[in-house]
């Protein structure tokens, strides 16, 4: 495109209408979002974390990206978390994404984020588990959640969506209300068994897969003796777990560089030892067959988050909405675009 787009803004109700009931097509999406990053076909760098002195809890990152093959665009995702927020009955997280022509660079889209945002992680996380478990030889059937406030319940939905089924569903969470509240959600489509935990031990003794999706800055789950099992562990929230439990583990994370930031836990053990050897590999090289995950060891997941799957999600939408002819655009948008006036 070699002239100046129109500028469109998606809505988070389009956004909505755009991928739900489509978990597997977005998950699709995902999947060659990985494929195209560990073909080299992406620009990914470190996401930027603007923190506030005062407001230690909160933040805000940016994570800008491109990519090229069949999603061809760049752009940048600004998305906020601020987890006091819940107690007032406001969502955590708030972001919006601007899509980039890959031509003329020029913004020509602004979307609504929060939910493509909790899309893609959650079809990553799904992806994860598919490709693990079925590697491994055996889909689990009992899952536990750790923190169940909106990602949870999204990568439940890709769960579900990407055919997994259970008989036992387990909760827990530091809040009774989120527990209650999640058990609700939960009653509305499962027919297995439904039990909130009072602790975490109990919950993960009890799961083959288990979904870690809190808010906690630290980790809060220490023994390695409650992995025994060998399940496979959902890390989303990245800082649950000891150095010691991922250095007993198979680990595997959307990508090194990234995840070893930060401290999220694989960042701590790697500070711990000095090296980050206990990486096993990334989920590409999963999904390429280059690394085999073990049945007799726990399986962990840590995705940090790629930027490159909010653009591969985003253009997903925007295609969306503009083929169904409902894209809302700002007219005149760009301005003064002629050289000389
Ligand atoms: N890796 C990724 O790509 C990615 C992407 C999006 C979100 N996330 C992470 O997912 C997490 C969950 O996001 P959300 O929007 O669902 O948050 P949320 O605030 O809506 O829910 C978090 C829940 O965890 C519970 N909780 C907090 N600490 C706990 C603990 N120690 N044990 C048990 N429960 C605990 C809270 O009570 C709450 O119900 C966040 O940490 C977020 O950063 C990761």
């Not at 003796?225 to 007993?248: C, G, K, M, Q, Y």
């Amino acid at each position: 495109m070699s002239q100046v787009p129109a500028f469109a803004v998606i809505s988070g109700a389009q956004v909505h209408d755009a991928v739900a009931g489509r978990e597997a097509e977005v998950t699709r999406m995902v999947e060659a979002a990985y494929r195209l990053h560990g073909e080299g076909q992406t620009v990914n760098p470190d996401s930027y974390f603007l923190r506030f002195p005062d407001r230690p809890a909160d933040r805000i990152i940016a994570l800008p990206a491109s990519v090229k093959g069949d999603v061809g665009v760049h752009g940048i995702k600004w998305i906020s978390s601020f987890p006091g927020n819940v107690a007032n009955g406001v969502p955590r997280a708030s972001a919006v994404l601007i899509l980039n022509d890959a031509e003329t660079g020029y913004p020509f889209a602004c979307l609504e984020s929060s939910i493509i945002s909790a899309a893609r992680t959650a079809a990553s996380a799904a992806l994860a588990a598919a490709a693990l478990a079925d590697a491994r030889g055996d889909r689990p059937r009992r899952i536990g959640f750790v923190g169940v406030g909106l990602i949870a319940r999204y990568i439940h939905t890709y769960l579900a969506g990407n055919g997994f089924t259970f008989d036992e569903l387990g909760i827990h969470d530091l809040s009774r209300e989120h527990a209650e509240g999640f058990k609700g959600y939960l009653e509305r489509s499962e027919k297995g068994e439904i039990t909130i935990h009072e602790s975490a031990e109990s919950l993960i003794r009890a799961s083959d897969l288990v979904v870690f999706a809190t808010v906690a800055g630290e980790p809060h789950v220490t023994d390695p003796a409650w992995f025994t099992h060998n399940p496979l562990v959902l890390h989303v929230s990245l800082r649950d777990l000891s150095p010691e439990i991922v250095l007993s583990s198979y680990n595997v994370v959307d990508d090194v560089e990234h995840c070893m930031k930060a401290n999220t836990s694989p960042h701590l053990a790697e500070q711990q030892t000095g090296h980050r050897d206990f990486v096993a590999g990334t989920l590409y090289d999963v999904l390429t067959g280059a690394t085999t995950p073990p049945a007799d060891k726990p399986v962990v997941f840590s995705p940090f988050g790629l930027g490159v799957l909010d653009l591969a999600v985003a253009r997903y939408v925007y295609d969306q909405v503009a083929s169904s002819g409902a894209l809302h655009t700002v007219p005149d948008f760009f301005h003064d675009l002629k050289r000389y006036g």
